[in-house]
């Protein structure tokens, strides 16, 4: 490692966030020398994982939390992703899969249908279909279900499921590839390298790693749920009254029943997605049961030494508990938390109401076929705002401290990373004055 060599950027982390912004410098700006750091041996190890996440191109459609105006800027964003995956056409790193939102009783229904005739002008594929073409499609949802219950679901088969991980790999690949065709570039990517520190020296940034000391005019942090860790420890003003409630989520295998991602409607008092049921890239001849949303202590799945790191991100640490407390505080959010934080954990009592709940799905869903994915589902850094009347925020974290940034919590997640990707390189690569190819983004 070359500590006398002044890097324009380094890039840390290489899940999705940034090996597209990796990508994004070398395809579009004329900055010269770009450096990427991962501590992992390649890119996409952790939140990316295909085993850590739902592996959908969110595009609101389906999701039935959000507005339609929020749908308009997510569909937006996400096309960027969907354009670089189906040009590859490899399908480890993507797959065309039907989705579908089902309501479920005549309250459910009734708010579908309304959905639609909102939303079908946006996404014209988007189909309405009731009782019996759906029992068409798919009819395991049908087998013994009560026959007075009213069924409706928003269909769309242009779904896509993405392998996060892959596609984390594939836009450093490329990214290197356009650098090394590029006389003026000077691009790196370093596998296995840690950051321990980032310190401030005039208008250096000076980055230690587990390799040595690197330097650079911009750092740009992208290092999932430690990327609040970061910002702590440099003391970002912005971060001051920020903390993290990282939530976990579990999942379980059961053999295929259908063929089709499944969402039920969503309450809109709570924050995290209703069971759903999901394909699974890495084996498409399984189905996978979402979610258990489990809070935990830690940056990083099962990583019990980012426990430690954790408790770097809690201070304030007496606000942060009053926040906590406050978001508790609501007996519907308690109860759901409860019901996923110590219910769903107890062994075989947990898997039985799992098994409840995805019936509503599935009626004729065995008990014996349903089986905790052990290892798996990652962990969502969800920002606290602890100066806020409300403090759970589902959204992004992007701070920044002179030519630091932080982006904690990718908005909306892994889907719009080529998005958010090139708007990051496009405003580093302007504040360092250089040139950032127009209209792209
Ligand atoms: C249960 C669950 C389901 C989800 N489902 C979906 C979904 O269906 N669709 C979707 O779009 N999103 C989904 N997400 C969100 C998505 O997984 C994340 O938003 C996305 O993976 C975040 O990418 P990232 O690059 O920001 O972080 P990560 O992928 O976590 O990458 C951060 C990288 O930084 C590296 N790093 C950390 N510290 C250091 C250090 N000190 N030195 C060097 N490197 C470091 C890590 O090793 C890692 O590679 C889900 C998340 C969870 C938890």
């Not at 019996?132 to 409706?152: G, H, S, Y």
């Not at 009592?349 to 052990?374: C, H, M, T």
Request: with cysteine.
């Amino acid at each position: 490692m070359d500590s006398s060599k002044i890097y324009d950027v380094i890039i840390i982390g290489s899940g999705v966030s940034g090996a597209a912004q990796f990508y994004s410098f070398a395809k579009h700006s004329d900055l010269s020398r770009v450096a990427l750091l991962e501590k992992e041996s390649q890119a996409g190890m952790i939140n990316s994982m295909p085993t850590n996440n739902s592996q959908t191109l969110h595009e609101w459609d389906i999701e039935t939390n959000y507005d339609l105006e929020k749908a308009k800027s997510v569909k937006l964003k996400s096309g960027y992703t969907r354009a670089y995956v189906t040009e590859k056409s490899d399908p480890k790193l993507f797959l065309q899969w039907p989705k579908m939102v089902m309501g479920i009783g005549q309250q459910e229904c009734e708010f579908l249908e309304k959905r639609f005739e909102e939303f079908r002008g946006l996404f014209p594929t988007l189909e309405k279909l009731e009782w019996e073409a759906l029992r068409e499609k798919e009819p395991n949802v049908f087998k013994d279900r009560k026959q007075w219950e009213r069924i409706m679901g928003l269909y769309n088969p242009d779904g896509i499921t993405v392998n996060y991980s892959l596609l984390a790999q594939s836009l450093v690949k490329d990214g290197q590839g356009i650098a090394k065709n590029d006389p003026n570039k000077e691009y790196e990517t370093h596998f296995g390298t840690k950051v321990v520190d980032i310190t401030k020296d005039g208008e250096i940034y000076r980055v230690q790693t587990s390799d040595g000391e690197m330097k650079a005019k911009f750092v740009s942090v992208c290092a999932g749920a430690h990327s609040m860790y970061f910002a702590k420890k440099a003391e970002v003003k912005e971060a001051k009254h920020l903390s993290l409630l990282c939530v976990a989520g579990n999942f379980y295998y059961t053999p295929k029943y259908i063929d089709t991602k499944i969402y039920t409607v969503q309450d809109p008092d709570l924050p995290f997605s209703a069971v759903h049921w999901d394909p699974d890239i890495l084996d498409p001849n399984r189905t996978r049961f979402w979610p258990t949303t489990r809070m935990v202590f830690m940056l990083e799945r099962h990583r019990y030494k980012t426990v430690f790191d954790f408790f770097v991100t809690l201070p304030p640490v007496f606000k942060s508990l009053i926040a906590y407390l406050k978001i508790m505080s609501d007996l519907k959010f308690a109860l759901y938390a409860f019901k996923h934080n110590v219910v769903f954990q107890i062994p075989w009592v947990g898997n039985y109401y799992f098994w409840r709940e995805a019936q509503k799905i599935i009626p004729s869903l065995k008990y014996s076929d349903v089986k905790l994915a052990k290892w798996q589902g990652g962990v969502r850094p969800q920002i606290v705002d602890t100066s806020a009347k409300k403090p759970l925020s589902l959204w992004e974290a992007k701070l920044s401290a002179g030519n630091i940034k932080f982006n904690v919590t990718p908005s909306p997640w892994a889907t719009t990373c080529i998005f958010n990707g090139l708007s990051d390189a496009k405003e580093i690569t302007e504040t360092l004055g250089g040139e950032f190819e127009k209209g792209v983004v």
